[in-house]
């Protein structure tokens, strides 16, 4: 053990931030909370640069004709924005964040499996970070963030090789992440800590890894192929080369359907703590959760093929995955349910967790069931490619991922930062949060349905009322994320000192003091419980 | 990292394990984990390679009776070589055996080079016949004869194929074998015992699954319809 040579302000006892200091103990860290916040830092750096093309994108549309940029460029701003959002935020975003923090500090281990490649990770996924920063300044790329051909091939004149290289390299640090995942589950859990003791995050973590592990791969030989396909000039997806456009959107939708169940299970895990913890009741239907969550892992697979209805693939190829499509309601509406009935009769506080949690459960709704409307051949061929699916897209992936992501941060802060933030303020930011999003999305169904496509610079006059509500709520959004950026960061230092469980919450995590020392736990903790025990601690309890 | 744990850990025990026994298991899984990803980044690759030969089955067909088969074999034989020196070093660590598990290591490597020496042949008989897609492709004087009637055109696919598969396969080599020397020069040193030998293990699988691809390749490539 090294000796302190640094002693911190206040008398805290040795913890994983205080522990050392300097650049230098944070670029080379192996404890999975550093890498955590590594990632935290760097995800939001890439969220502020993302939600600020969107930001460009709002103000254009207040007007018809369109208000500030070319067309070209508006082309660029929704390609960059989508794959900012997507590849450098919404994807790593749980998993890398919370997911590098509480594993561990959930299974009761020391460290994730693999530290090293934990830590390498985040290299690789700066590296592609930066390939995707130099696209975006040298020029940007207009194909939109699925990179259909021949937009990626014949006609692009943009960096899509330099951009098709930072997705392909950030790739293989979400592979390294869920490979260190999976193993960490099954190899590292604490004693006593059997599968159905888990928390239901940990199966959110287990069924987001093997999604990860599985379709991630299968991305990056096709961007592979795509890059290779720009540097030689042989037709693979090209059709003016004779390649097949149609095979490149297979197998992009292999991956990126899946992704986004990689986006919104960690949210899903997250929200079943918080409802628990902030309802004092164990979750309804545990098991059933639990295996919902791998459920919708493996029949995510398999429905790529509703991004294609309208592509000329074979009806009876859109007639199987239509009915997959709509297999994968049933576990999504599994969980909404039994998150809705472990509501019933709890004991309910409104936290600013809590109302992010409860957020998420009416957004997500709104946007599986709009998900129904396009997974149906018919409504599909109506709607595909107008602003209902981007409406769609953002209540999952907005409405859903990342109010679950905020209330996931904004419940396990005070374990991370070991100091609480003014809740009334957190409040406040979540309720404008969801005031802003529905009022920028909700307009965009409406649009969407009478007609307007998506990714065109103009629109009709008759659109612009609707187009500056979007505006309008936009703006409000962006207050509602700018506020907790602010007492996030004021709370590090002048929040008041946290304790170890300042919620009553049930799990290992909050055995431990805030914020945790290196080593986790001073010892190996036993579980001897179930999960969510709540009932049963408070009648031993108080 | 801070050392928590109060007893001595044994040699080879990371920090965040309770147990030598444990670390083994979290390596195996991990690498086992690790070739799903592969199977699934090569699949990719195959797929779009099954599609384009159903496509144009004519062309590949001739591209592929242009490949020199023998080369192609010798190098299928090769690397099952290599996979048996490979395991025969694993169980060399296993029982604690140093001066076998270096020589069986720095067999496989040798047989590694010998295979990627070969295929450096085969790689450069296709620019001497400019069947090189996008770099050096002008097999109309030379090598049309061979190939299939009108399959000319999409012949390139073939060949890109032949060069994507190929090359990402002896990437993996390349990679494959700075591992092995990176054990040899761990073995040499008697890092290896029988209770820790995972490293060892970890190499083997990824080089056995590195020749399983091969085993694929070859009739894939070197065998379609047949030789006549």
């Given at each position: 053990m090294s000796t302190a040579t640094l002693e911190p302000r206040?008398?805290?006892?040795?913890n994983y931030l205080n522990a050392d200091y300097g650049i230098r103990s944070w670029l080379f860290t192996l404890d999975h909370k550093r890498i955590a916040l590594l990632y935290l830092v760097s995800i939001t750096f890439f969220f502020v640069i993302g939600g600020s093309f969107a930001v460009l994108m709002r103000i254009h549309l207040t007007e018809p004709q369109g208000a500030l940029v070319q067309p070209e460029t508006y082309n660029k701003l929704f390609t960059l924005h989508g794959i900012v959002m997507i590849f450098f935020f919404l994807i790593p975003s749980i998993p890398a964040v919370l997911g590098n923090f509480l594993v561990p500090l959930m299974i009761g281990a020391r460290d994730l499996a693999f530290p090293r490649l934990n830590l390498l990770s985040w290299y690789i996924f700066i590296v592609g970070g930066l390939f995707t920063l130099y696209s975006a300044i040298g020029g940007g790329v207009d194909t939109g963030w699925t990179f259909y051909t021949p937009y990626s091939s014949t006609y692009s004149n943009t960096q899509v090789t330099a951009v098709a290289v930072g997705v392909f390299i950030t790739g293989f640090s979400s592979i390294l992440t869920g490979l260190n995942f999976i193993v960490t589950i099954h190899k590292m859990r604490a004693p006593g800590l059997t599968w159905f003791r888990m928390p239901l995050f940990l199966w959110a973590m287990y069924a987001t890894s093997i999604i990860m592990t599985l379709g991630t791969p299968v991305l990056a030989i096709t961007i592979f192929l795509l890059a290779l396909e720009h540097l030689f000039h042989v037709g693979i997806f090209s059709p003016a080369l004779g390649g097949d456009p149609l095979l490149f959107q297979h197998l992009f939708w292999f991956y990126s359907h899946p992704a986004v169940y990689i986006m919104i299970l960690p949210a899903m895990g997250v929200v079943s703590e918080i409802i628990a913890c902030f309802a004092r009741k164990?979750?309804?239907g545990y098991k059933v959760v639990g295996f919902s969550s791998v459920a919708i892992a493996v029949l995510g697979f398999l429905v790529w093929g509703h991004h294609m209805f309208v592509t000329g693939q074979s009806v009876y190829a859109g007639l199987i995955f239509s009915l997959l499509s709509f297999l994968v309601a049933i576990p999504s509406a599994i969980k909404v349910f039994n998150w809705t009935s472990t509501l019933y009769k709890g004991s309910i506080s409104y936290d600013a967790p809590m109302l992010y949690a409860l957020g998420f459960i009416g957004l997500f709704t709104m946007g599986g069931l709009t998900g129904l409307f396009l997974a149906s051949l018919a409504t599909d061929v109506h709607l595909n490619g107008t602003y209902f699916i981007v409406a769609h897209f953002h209540y999952i992936m907005v409405g859903g991922a990342v109010m679950g992501y905020l209330g996931g941060i904004h419940f396990w802060w005070p374990k991370i930062s070991g100091r609480k933030y003014p809740n009334a303020w957190a409040a406040l930011a979540a309720a404008i949060v969801f005031v802003g999003f529905n009022l920028t999305f909700f307009p965009q169904f409406i649009l969407g349905y009478l007609g307007m496509p998506r990714r065109y610079a103009f629109y009709p006059a008759e659109f612009q009322v609707l187009n500056v509500m979007s505006s309008a709520g936009a703006t409000i959004l962006g207050v509602g994320y700018l506020i907790p950026l602010i007492y996030l960061i004021w709370s590090m230092r002048y929040g008041p000192v946290a304790e170890p469980n300042p919620w009553g919450a049930t799990g290992l995590e909050w055995k431990t003091p805030s914020p945790p020392p290196t080593e986790n736990f001073a010892e190996i903790p036993v579980v001897e419980e179930e999960a969510y025990a709540y009932s049963a601690e408070e009648t031993a309890g108080a | 990292m801070p050392e928590v744990e109060a007893h001595t850990q044994p040699a080879g025990l990371a920090h965040q394990f309770g147990d030598l026994e444990q670390q083994q298991g979290a390596a195996t899984l991990g690498i086992w984990v690790f070739l799903v990803t592969e199977i699934m980044f090569f699949g990719g690759l195959f797929a779009s390679y099954a599609i384009y030969r159903w496509l144009y089955f004519a062309a590949f067909e001739g591209g592929s009776h242009i490949l020199d088969i023998r080369l192609g074999a010798s190098n299928t034989i090769d690397l099952l070589a290599s996979s048996l020196t490979m395991a025969l070093s694993v169980r060399s660590a296993q029982t604690g055996n140093r001066k076998a598990t270096v020589a069986f290591l720095i067999a496989t490597v040798i047989l590694g080079g010998i295979f990627l020496g070969i295929k450096a042949v085969e790689y450069d008989q296709k620019f001497v016949e400019h069947i090189v897609p996008g770099l050096d492709w002008s097999p109309?004087?030379?090598?049309l004869a061979r190939l299939a009637p009108g399959g000319l055109e999409h012949a390139q696919i073939y060949f890109f194929f032949y060069f994507a598969m190929t090359g990402l396969h002896a990437t993996h080599m390349i990679v494959g074998m700075g591992l092995l020397l990176w054990l040899v020069l761990r073995a040499r040193k008697g890092i290896f015992t029988p209770s820790y030998f995972a490293p060892v293990e970890v190499v083997g699988l990824y080089w056995h699954f590195v020749d399983i691809v091969w085993i694929f390749l070859f009739p894939l490539l070197y065998l379609i319809g047949g030789r006549y």
């Open positions: 206040v008398h805290a006892p040795r164990r979750i309804f | 109309e004087g030379n090598i």
